[in-house]
């Protein structure tokens, strides 16, 4: 469940650099996690995601590893890749950045937490939370005083959403600061 300690073994997180590439696309394999979105709904504006959903979105998204710029941290069990949590400063995302229901509540600079994915083998085992704390810590080392995130309020069905739950999120420490729908929150974590 989302809110429990981690059941997994031998758990390490790294954030994804150039040398982990192929890790991560072992994760997230042919289809690119999620029908060919490679991460990158929320980084491109919604015409140019459909447009170059699939193959175009993975080369997207290596270009940005291959810059230098870390989209995310990968959890590994025993030395497989087997979740990916995306985090980045808010502005790297220029659909959540024009969002009507996920707009700023304030001035202040965040770094936001807009998707998981978890290898169907080791879901509902708190690797959520557990990516959402090494996600915490890899902003704190980047000099981040703020992490935030956009979770469902309820696993409705048993379902979880790409961006997460608000329970896993309380497990990693964050709280409630905004509840822009009836089942969306904004939750945050200071540092």
Do not use: H
């Amino acid at each position: 469940m989302a809110g429990e300690p981690c059941s997994l073994p031998g758990l390490e997180f790294w954030p994804v650099t150039p040398d982990r590439w192929k890790d991560l696309e072992m994760l997230f394999g042919e289809r690119g996690a999620c029908a060919g979105c490679w991460c990158m709904w929320w980084r491109l504006p919604r015409s140019q995601w459909v447009r170059q959903r699939g193959e175009a979105n993975r080369r997207a998204l290596k270009q940005l590893v291959d810059s230098g710029e870390i989209p995310g941290i990968l959890a590994y069990s025993q030395g497989r890749p087997v979740g990916w949590c995306s985090v980045s400063r808010r502005e790297a995302f220029a659909s959540l950045e024009r969002s009507r229901v996920l707009k700023r509540i304030d001035d202040q600079p965040v770094w936001s937490v807009v998707c998981f994915f978890v290898d169907r083998a080791f879901r509902r085992r708190g690797l959520t939370a557990a990516l959402l704390k090494a996600a915490v810590e890899f902003v704190r080392s980047q000099g981040g005083k703020t992490v935030e995130g956009y979770p469902l309020a309820t696993e409705e069905g048993g379902i979880s959403s790409f961006m997460g739950v608000a329970s896993a999120f309380r497990a990693a420490g964050f709280v409630e600061v905004a509840q822009p729908t009836k089942r969306r929150y904004v939750m945050r974590c200071y540092l």
